[in-house]
């Protein structure tokens, strides 16, 4: 693949405290070939004032009610013309300006379908509070609770036309599904970038309370057992678990 054109779909909703870093952060990267998408959930607090500062730098922007992330993130996909799609949210950011051009290197480098790489989890001053580090892809891994960062997954347009996009019906758990069904389910070709590519928000929708936290289990399970993991129980025990080296 030559001088790969890299998609970037930011979504948001009332983000008027984070987008304008987000969007930095995609202003400054050093890649130039790159088409940046923005949806957003019909902001009321300023959020689309600010997007409107960085009009020259944005291919295309939507505003409407939607169905949740997964909906926007879908619009999103619907819009994009690069080779190479990535999701980057709205409270997230990439860690510096060469994010983007060590993805494009990647994809031309290596005969892959897709990549993945390392996060830090920050608080909302950038200091870091949690360290994702993924490790090198296994097929077997997604049996034993294993996952990589959704913000740091990057994917050749074409799987999503042959196997199709985020799923509503599983929740906040469509991100990790979608993983199983291109990684496991279909054995799209993986590549694993060793870096720190995202800095990501700590807290998310799932992780906010109890009743979240057993709902997103059950959305885990099924997603598991959808994609023919073999052995769901011992994966929804262990992938919590996983978080606790994230700490170390």
């Given amino acids: 693949m030559f001088n790969v054109k890299i998609s970037l779909v930011t979504i948001t909703y009332n983000a ?19 088409e940046y998408i923005v949806i957003d959930g019909n902001s009321g607090d300023g959020t689309q004032q600010i997007i409107h500062q960085y009009k020259s730098h944005i291919h295309f922007f939507k505003s409407e009610p939607d169905l949740g992330i997964y909906d926007a993130m879908n619009k999103g996909i619907s819009f994009c013309t690069g080779d190479v799609i990535g999701m980057l949210n709205a409270d997230d950011y990439l860690d510096n300006e060469h994010v983007l051009s060590e993805i494009a290197s990647s994809f031309m480098q290596h005969d892959t379908d897709l990549l993945y790489a390392d996060l830090d989890y920050v608080n909302p001053k950038g200091k870091v509070l949690r360290k994702w580090r993924s490790g090198h892809y296994q097929h077997h891994k997604f049996n034993w609770g294993w996952m990589p960062p959704h913000p740091t997954f990057y994917v050749k347009r074409k799987l999503f036309e042959q196997f199709g996009l985020y799923n509503f019906n599983y929740g906040t758990a469509a991100d990790y599904e979608l993983m199983l069904r291109f990684m496991y389910l279909h054995q799209a070709k993986v590549f694993y970038l060793n870096k720190v590519i995202v800095k990501m928000a700590s807290g998310g929708v799932s992780n906010q309370n109890f009743k979240n936290r057993v709902r997103a289990w059950k959305n885990d399970f099924r997603a598991m057992k959808d994609n023919r993991i073999k052995r769901p129980i011992i994966g929804i025990c262990l992938k919590p678990l996983r978080k606790i080296a994230q700490f170390v």
């Fill in 16 to 34: 008027a405290a984070t987008i304008q870093r987000c969007i930095t952060s995609v202003v400054n990267q050093s890649y130039t070939n790159v």
